[in-house]
């Protein structure tokens, strides 16, 4: 494996260069406010007028809509959620220029194919390992997150160069770029998203306040023990893995992590979270959430609603309301 750094950027790659960055959400923000401050010439794409077009301009960016913002583009970013790229990529297309970068911050379009892109373009992607707000944050203290690199088809051989530069001016080589590929980025990402990071922990903070609710225990001290300490944990898991997290718990706590973990998340655990990868692999999970974007996300917004309703949120509002510089 072999980790990308400042050194590795080839410097003419994108220099005096458009790129046009198409979405100004999370990431779409941070990439094109980075790019900006490194020096790049960056037009965001954003319908006219809206609220977006708006707080971009009032960021000091060029605004167009997305059509005219890919003309003469050298490097173009689809940063729009991933079920809104296929009609996006469509109706830009005709003004994409001929050898020209296309990329994608995620792979789920290019590899379950419901974009099929022009011959003539570069296909990368540059996926930051964090959310946007701490993509925009660490560049800003001069550090960078992580990013992964990859290139899916290489029509002029400058795919990989191009990405990289990119990469470099959003801060990516700071922390260090991986090269990867379109498959492996999408499905690890999906499977993790899916049975650890969200889903798995989300479930396991649920399950634990209703088991200590359940046994007569105040919701708010259940709160505080499944929920709120959370965060104490992961950012010793963040900084130095295991080994910095069992240095600053308690030996008592090292005993029941060692001797009851297992018992939670277990063999049949294991089990399941390779069903998921497996319907991540196959396909199977992405046809599901095309199909429910086409029945107008009805199941998904019922349980969406489902999971804001649960009891942990209702105590968690009233006691983050007493640390208002949780919001900073």
């Known amino acids: 494996m072999q980790i990308y750094s400042q050194k590795d950027v080839k410097p003419k790659a994108l220099k005096g260069a ?3 960055i198409l979405g100004y959400g999370s990431q779409g923000r941070a990439h094109a406010l980075n790019l900006k401050d ?4 960056v037009v965001v794409g954003l319908r006219k007028g809206g609220e977006s077009w708006n707080k971009a301009k009032k960021d000091g960016l060029q605004v167009a809509e997305p059509a005219e913002a890919v003309k003469g583009a050298k490097l173009i970013a689809f940063l729009v959620p991933d079920l809104a790229q296929k009609d996006l990529y469509k109706s830009v297309l005709d003004n994409v220029a001929l050898g020209a970068t296309i990329l994608f911050a995620h792979g789920f379009n290019i590899h379950y194919k419901l974009i ?12 930051p390992k964090g959310p946007g707000h701490l993509v925009r944050r660490q560049y800003e203290q001069g550090y960078g997150v992580p990013c992964l690199i990859a290139v899916e088809q290489n029509a002029t051989k400058q795919g990989f160069h191009n990405a990289l530069a990119y990469a470099d001016g959003i801060g990516g080589t700071r922390g260090g770029v991986i090269k990867t590929t379109f498959a492996e980025e999408t499905e690890t990402d999906l499977f993790g998203e899916q049975s650890v990071l969200c889903g798995g922990t989300t479930e396991l903070v649920q399950k634990g306040f209703e088991v200590l609710v359940e046994a007569g225990y105040q919701p708010e001290i259940a709160y505080y023990e499944v929920m709120h300490e959370l965060k104490l944990i992961v950012d010793l898991l963040h900084e130095g893995g295991l080994a910095k997290m069992h240095k600053y718990v308690s030996e008592t706590c090292k005993y029941g992590d060692l001797t009851r973990g297992s018992r939670i998340v277990n063999k049949a655990t294991k089990r399941e979270m390779k069903k998921v990868l497996a319907e991540v692999q196959s396909g199977k999970f992405a046809r599901q959430w095309i199909a429910e ?4 996300q009805k199941k998904y917004k019922q349980l969406m609603k ?3 309703a649960h009891p942990i949120e209702k105590v968690g509002a009233k006691l983050r309301a007493r640390m208002p510089w949780l919001e900073q």
């Open 18 to 20: 458009r790129i046009a």
């Open 38 to 41: 490194s020096g790049y010439d």
């Open 116 to 127: 099929k892109p022009r011959k003539d373009l570069d296909v990368v992607l540059i996926a």
């Open 293 to 296: 974007n086409k029945k107008d």
């Open 306 to 308: 489902k999971d804001l």
